[in-house]
């Protein structure tokens, strides 16, 4: 129990890009191998020295460079597909781990830029290569807060979270709609199965009462057939007999 609980206060500090370049499929697989000992804190590039920081404080560690094998943090970005040269391939659409492309087959497709974690998954299944990505003109809020005698720059952290917690319900909405759809799927195939298997086995039966029918004819017309030869060598008798002369 407190080893999730854990788990849960370090995803809620991932950005939540789904950028799998921390080597783990997901930021919650990425959260729990970190719990686990299977991962360092420092593999998460999109959330920078600062959420290398974070982690380190919440786990009572001492804090650590970024690890460049998996990438360098770059400004916030997202994807951008070329329109014009889009062929509705749908590849990118199943690519993006938060649904935040739209379109439908041999249709052209179009990101949704406010719900774009910018983790590049759509990038390099795109075959015609007209996906790429651009800096997210996300501008932060500024307020002056008299309190503080200065920035509210707390603003920005509150938009920032606001946004991990927005793609984090649009990952596991994905992730269990895709498993409902899986096991949909398997649910049909048994079904097509079962009919199949029940068609096979009244085929099978049809074909056993016709071999039955097939073979009492064939009995029939053997035995009329010798029934009949040995009536016509049968000699013909009057019931007369005659004196010997």
Same mark, same amino acid.
């Given at each position: 129990?407190?080893? /999730?609980?854990? @788990? %849960?206060?370090?995803?809620?500090? #991932?950005?939540? +890009?789904?950028c799998r370049r921390c080597g783990f499929p997901g930021c919650r697989p990425y959260a729990a191998a970190i719990v686990e000992g299977r991962a360092e804190i420092n593999q998460c590039p999109p959330g920078g020295e600062k959420g290398v920081r974070k982690l380190a *404080?919440?786990?009572g560690v001492s804090p650590m460079?970024? /690890? &460049? %094998?998996?990438?360098? =943090?770059?400004?916030?970005? @997202?994807? #951008?597909?070329n329109e014009q040269l889009c062929i509705g391939c749908t590849l990118?659409? !199943?690519?993006?781990?938060v649904d935040a492309i739209v379109g439908a087959a041999?249709?052209?497709? +179009?990101?949704? &830029?406010? *719900?774009? +974690?910018?983790? $590049?998954?759509? @990038? &390099?299944?795109?075959?015609?290569?007209?996906?790429?990505?651009?800096? %997210?003109?996300? !501008?932060p809020p500024v307020t002056w807060d008299k309190s503080l005698g200065g920035l509210n720059t707390g603003l920005e952290y509150e938009r920032e979270k606001a946004a991990a917690d927005r793609a984090? =319900?649009?990952y596991q909405f994905r992730s269990e709609r895709l498993e409902r *759809?899986?096991? $949909?799927? !398997? $649910?049909?195939?048994?079904?097509?199965? *079962?009919v199949m298997a029940l068609g /096979?086995? =009244?085929s099978a039966a049809v074909n056993l009462k016709k071999a039955t029918v097939q073979a009492a004819l064939e009995r029939a017309r053997t035995a009329y057939a010798q029934t009949s030869k040995k009536n016509n060598n049968a000699e013909p008798s009057t019931g007369i007999s005659f004196p010997n002369s």
């Amino acid at each position: 129990m407190k080893e /999730n609980l854990l @788990v %849960a206060e370090i995803d809620a500090i #991932l950005p939540q +890009t789904q950028c799998r370049r921390c080597g783990f499929p997901g930021c919650r697989p990425y959260a729990a191998a970190i719990v686990e000992g299977r991962a360092e804190i420092n593999q998460c590039p999109p959330g920078g020295e600062k959420g290398v920081r974070k982690l380190a *404080e919440l786990l009572g560690v001492s804090p650590m460079p970024l /690890n &460049a %094998a998996h990438g360098i =943090s770059n400004p916030e970005e @997202v994807a #951008l597909i070329n329109e014009q040269l889009c062929i509705g391939c749908t590849l990118c659409i !199943q690519a993006c781990p938060v649904d935040a492309i739209v379109g439908a087959a041999k249709q052209m497709h +179009t990101v949704i &830029a406010a *719900e774009c +974690t910018g983790c $590049e998954l759509c @990038v &390099a299944p795109c075959p015609v290569d007209c996906i790429h990505m651009v800096q %997210a003109n996300r !501008q932060p809020p500024v307020t002056w807060d008299k309190s503080l005698g200065g920035l509210n720059t707390g603003l920005e952290y509150e938009r920032e979270k606001a946004a991990a917690d927005r793609a984090r =319900s649009r990952y596991q909405f994905r992730s269990e709609r895709l498993e409902r *759809e899986k096991q $949909e799927c !398997q $649910e049909r195939l048994a079904q097509k199965a *079962e009919v199949m298997a029940l068609g /096979n086995g =009244s085929s099978a039966a049809v074909n056993l009462k016709k071999a039955t029918v097939q073979a009492a004819l064939e009995r029939a017309r053997t035995a009329y057939a010798q029934t009949s030869k040995k009536n016509n060598n049968a000699e013909p008798s009057t019931g007369i007999s005659f004196p010997n002369s």
